[in-house]
């Protein structure tokens, strides 16, 4: 499978931005997508195709992708943004994820 | 709204073979543009891809469980299905199913996904 590498954990001050980092192989060349994960619930999609927000995500979720390295950005970070982030990507017809990255508001 | 619901056996003993459903409801799963695919996370680790079939019965799995994997559809029903053979304790997870987006012919993004049903693999 495809293999993306994020931080284990990164923290954050309440109202202070957090970005998460996703890297693989030619990844700027390829649609990346954003999961969020909180305790005893299923992912759910905040980002897709690099930069886009589903409906009823909050404008505070942003991504980019370039290079190597995809980002998810949340400006202004809330208490209810702290769950596990997953980064996800297609290296043709085979899925990766990676490892998941724990967003701590303190 | 679409929704997905899965079941599964909730304790099976190493060897046997896992069988889970996943009911797609509030749409069609024989869709164009969408496949339906399987998500497995032992308990406090991270996602793993299993597989994903299109209407048609195109099917895609993750390499290194292609020998033990069967992902089948039942378009009459509304439904998809995964086997798992010769399970061990390492197969214990939460088994998700989800729908893929095709873009542009491309493989893409999942969303929504089921609430997950839980396998143990335990003597």
């Known amino acids: 499978s495809y293999e993306l590498t994020q931080p284990p954990s990164v923290s954050v001050s309440p109202g202070q931005t957090a970005s998460i980092t996703c890297s693989g192989d030619k990844l700027g060349d390829k649609d990346a997508s954003w999961y969020q994960q909180k305790p005893g619930q299923s992912p759910v999609l905040v980002i897709y195709q690099d930069s886009k927000r589903p409906s009823g995500i909050p404008e505070r979720f942003s991504g980019s992708n370039s290079g190597n390295t995809a980002t998810l950005t949340i400006s202004g970070t809330q208490p209810m943004d702290e769950a596990d982030y997953y980064c996800?990507?297609?290296?043709?017809?085979?899925?990766?994820f990676g490892g998941g990255t724990k967003l701590t508001v303190l | 709204q679409l929704q997905l619901q899965e079941s599964g056996p909730g304790l099976l003993k190493p060897s046997e073979t896992l069988s889970c459903t996943c009911a797609v409801s509030g749409g069609s799963i024989s869709s164009q543009g969408h496949y339906w695919g399987w998500i497995r996370q032992p308990p406090g680790k991270g996602l793993e891809w299993i597989g994903g079939?299109?209407?048609?019965?195109?099917?895609y799995y993750n390499p290194p469980l292609k020998g033990r994997v069967t992902i089948s559809i039942d378009r009459p029903k509304n439904l998809f299905s995964l086997k798992l053979t010769s399970v061990t304790a390492a197969d214990t997870a939460v088994y998700y199913c989800?729908?893929?987006?095709?873009?542009?012919?491309?493989?893409?993004?999942?969303?929504?996904w089921g609430q997950g049903t839980l396998v143990t693999v335990s003597s």
């Open positions: 996800q990507a297609w290296d043709g017809s085979t899925a990766g």
């Open positions: 989800a729908r893929i987006t095709l873009d542009r012919g491309i493989l893409n993004w999942f969303d929504p």
């Open positions: 079939i299109y209407y048609s019965g195109n099917i």
